[in-house]
């Protein structure tokens, strides 16, 4: 029996998760969960960020987190988002951030005559390394002669294990077109080792094409033919600026989901939306993407028919206007997921 981690976090996230919970107590009756009282509450209660123990527990006893959002005005450092976000993605070396770019209904796509088949791929983001470790320092900071370095980091095991995934998923779920993009034409020698990992790990891939573009070029193919691709890896930094604007051409962040995952060792899957404070506690948050996260997180689990039918389910619910405010309906969150609910029966 799978086990389930939950952390709705700060905000909506509680609202969200309570949808997306019903969902897949409807779709998956067998899974068993576990409730954490971890998030900006918890913090300004008793100071608790992420214990270590909590953590080693994530590790060792379940197969997945499910995690609403983090973020509250009144822990202005957020030191809590950071210390269980970042916590979890370092300690647990979630080195996979998988990101769907599915769109489910054209209307929300604000390309032009662009249908869902011509927006359905995936990125895999590298989500260790990078620009993100923090590595780096300033020097006669606040003067005229300040400087400030941000050591970008490219392991041969980072790089490599992402491209790996990449291609295996691939091949895993039927695709036959792998992209990788970097700056290899300005970052000569971080990125340099991405071509030659992408190289090598491509040779021992026969039936997936390749192809290289610059992520100045990714941006513009990605708006200008989004069909073209099915499967695209990339370093932190690019990864975190491309699945934005991924989301967008799937409809916003109302409607994007993620992964973070060490495959074998552990998964945490969110909702990429914040905590929204400003309508918080209102009921009329979009429990769409947290719904397609509970999906995303069965398809990890082997279920991906899972993942199929709450996928139809939720493009039956935008088809017919069942939706909350944000994307043009009247629903409440409630309503929303109940909406989903009925749509999957
Ligand atoms: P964070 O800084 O943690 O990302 P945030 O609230 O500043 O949090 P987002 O969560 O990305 O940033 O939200 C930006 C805006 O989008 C919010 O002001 C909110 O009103 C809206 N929003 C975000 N998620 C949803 C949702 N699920 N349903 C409806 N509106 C949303």
Redesign the pocket.
């Known amino acids: 029996m799978p086990s389930i981690a939950v952390l709705p976090g700060d905000g909506?996230g509680h609202e969200?998760l309570a949808e997306g919970l019903r969902v897949l107590a409807a779709v998956a009756p067998d899974l068993t969960y576990e409730h954490f009282d971890l998030g900006a509450e918890r913090y300004l209660r008793d100071g608790t960020t992420m214990p270590d123990d909590v953590l080693e527990r994530f590790r060792s006893e379940f197969d997945c987190v499910y995690l609403g959002?983090?973020?509250d005005p009144r822990v202005p450092s957020n030191v809590h988002a950071k210390d269980i976000l970042l916590g979890s993605r370092f300690k647990l070396d979630l080195y996979i951030n998988f990101r769907p770019i599915r769109l489910l209904d054209a209307r929300y796509c604000p390309l032009k005559d662009k249908r869902p088949e011509d927006v359905d791929f995936v990125v895999f983001r590298e989500n260790t390394e990078g620009l993100y470790t923090g590595i780096g320092g300033q020097f006669k900071r606040g003067t005229p002669d300040e400087i400030a370095i941000e050591q970008e980091i490219n392991t041969r095991k980072g790089v490599e294990r992402i491209i790996r995934a990449a291609f295996e998923w691939a091949a895993a779920n039927g695709k036959t077109k792998l992209c990788m993009s970097d700056k290899a034409n300005a970052m000569r020698h971080g990125h340099d080792l991405w071509q030659r990992a992408f190289k090598e790990v491509a040779a021992e891939s026969p039936g997936i094409t390749t192809s290289h573009l610059y992520v100045d070029v990714l941006t513009m193919r990605m708006v200008q033919a989004p069909e073209s691709f099915e499967v695209i890896v990339t370093n932190n930094l690019f990864g975190d600026i491309v699945t934005d604007l991924g989301a967008a051409l799937q409809g916003g962040?109302?409607l994007a989901s993620s992964g973070n995952i060490n495959p074998g060792v552990a998964a945490l899957f969110e909702p990429v939306?914040?905590?929204?404070?400003?309508?918080a506690g209102k009921g009329i948050?979009?429990p769409l993407?947290a719904i397609l996260t509970a999906g995303m997180m069965l398809a990890h689990l082997g279920r991906a028919k899972d993942e199929r039918r709450i996928q139809n389910a939720v493009q039956a619910c935008l088809l017919e206007g069942l939706v909350?405010r944000?994307l043009g309906g009247t629903l409440t969150t409630r309503d929303a997921g109940t909406a989903v609910l009925d749509a999957l029966r």
């Open positions: 909506i969200v959002a983090l973020g962040i109302g939306h914040g905590s929204a404070p400003d309508i948050a979009n993407a909350t944000e």
